[in-house]
Structure formats: C-alpha cells, structure tokens
T-cell receptor, first 112, second 112 residues
Framework: DAGVTQSPTHLIKTRGQQVTLRCSPK?????VSWYQQALGQGPQFIFQ???????QRGNFPDRFSGHQFPNYSSELNVNALLLGDSALYLC???????????FGSGTRLTVV | TQLLEQSPQFLSIQEGENLTVYCNSS?????LQWYRQEPGEGPVLLVT?????EVKKLKRLTFQFGDARKDSSLHITAAQPGDTGLYLC????????????FGKGTLLTVNP
C-alpha cells in the first residue's frame, strides 16, 4: 500500500519564479494538507483541501495557492518566489476516520 | 507565536539511558500527536492521544496527555541508537479547526 507520494524530491528555483509541487495521497485518504518546514523548525500549516475546496488556510500570503483534483491528488503553487520560501514542503493526507496524518517525504525547495 | 513549546530542544544520551521529552501549551487541544522525523524524510506518526490523563505505550515509548489537555510527555526507556531522530508534538484544536500546530521538536541523539 503506497503512502503519500510527493514530486519532485528536490528543486532549485530563482527568485521571482513560480513553482508547482505535487502530492498523491495515501490510498483511502480524501483530505490533503500542505506544510512548510524551515530548517530547525516544526512544520507550519499552509492549507488543507477537502472535496476539491480549500477548507482551511494558515498564515501564508496569497502567493501560496493550491488545488485538489477529483482523484484527491493535490498541487501547491508558489508565485514570485522569495529566498525565504526555501524549505521542505510536506504533504500530509488523512481521512475522516483517522486522527493522525500520513506525511510524504517532502519536496526540498531551494530559492537562489 | 509558538503555541506548543517542546523541551529540551536537543538531547544527547548514551544507549540504555531513559529520557523524557515535554510538550507544553497554554491552549487546550482536542487531540495531540507525536511524530518522529528522520533527516530528509517526512514525520511519521507514533501515537495520538485524545483523552485528558490518557497514557499510551508503544514498546519502550510511553506517551501521556495532561489532565487539562494542554500538555504531553514522551518517555523512552532504555534508549537505543535506532531511537535517534527529531521528535515532534502536534496538537489539533478540534471542531472546524483542522490544522496541526507543531512544536519545534526535540532532536534526540542516542550514542552507542
């Protein structure tokens, strides 16, 4: 049973560029959340998608946007990249029957 | 504002020693989860606690949720090098608040 799959694993972008990160949830999960983890910090909540709608959003600017597809997979888009956007971006999936989240291995984004 | 404070931030011990990691907050959480994260990987769920005063055991790991559901602890007995990693606590407020709020983590190193 595949867990959460994220792509790409690593990415280097230039300031001002745009990036799209992808996530396939664990089989049986219908909810996808995105987190940003800076070096030495715990993950910070970006937003959560359920039934193809953004259900909740954390304290991130509008440059961060997302989408959920009918097959429950999700994308995270970041526009106008800043150096401070460099971080590990984690996707976590869950379902209404689970308290816990299953995390992917993340996408390491470096902005230069 | 860091809603969940973890202590200690760093812990280096010898194999066979016992240790306790603390997770404290001024806020009440409907559930609290503990994760372990290894370098380059996403967090892996260890346990979820939902009832005040609840104690859960996972082999050599003992988790406790405070009576007021504001704090939690993780105790490891006879630590082994394989226990090395970043331990994260994460709380969920409940209701329509779906996000997990993470602490900064405790980086545990168990030396052989």
């Amino acid at each position: 049973d595949a867990g959460v799959t994220q792509s790409p694993t690593h990415l280097i972008k230039t300031r001002g560029q745009q990036v799209t990160l992808r996530c396939s949830p664990k089989s049986g999960h219908d909810t996808v959340s995105w987190y940003q983890q800076a070096l030495g910090q715990g993950p910070q909540f970006i937003f959560q998608y359920y039934e193809e709608e953004e259900r909740q959003r954390g304290n991130f600017p509008d440059r961060f946007s997302g989408h959920q597809f009918p097959n429950y997979s999700s994308e995270l888009n970041v526009n106008a990249l800043l150096l401070g956007d460099s971080a590990l971006y984690l996707c976590a999936s869950s379902s209404w029957v689970t308290y816990g989240y299953t995390f992917g291995s993340g996408t390491r984004l470096t902005v230069v | 504002t860091q809603l969940l404070e973890q202590s200690p931030q760093f812990l280096s011990i010898q194999e066979g020693e016992n240790l306790t990691v603390y997770c404290n907050s001024s806020s009440v959480f409907s559930s609290l989860q503990w994760y372990r994260q290894e370098p380059g990987e996403g967090p892996v769920l260890l346990v979820t606690v939902v009832t005040g005063g609840e104690v859960k055991k996972l082999k050599r790991l003992t988790f406790q949720f405070g009576d007021a559901r504001k704090d939690s602890s993780l105790h490891i007995t006879a630590a082994q090098p394989g226990d090395t990693g970043l331990y994260l606590c994460a709380g969920r407020r409940g209701g329509s608040n779906y996000k997990l709020t993470f602490g900064k983590g405790t980086l545990l190193t168990v030396n052989p």
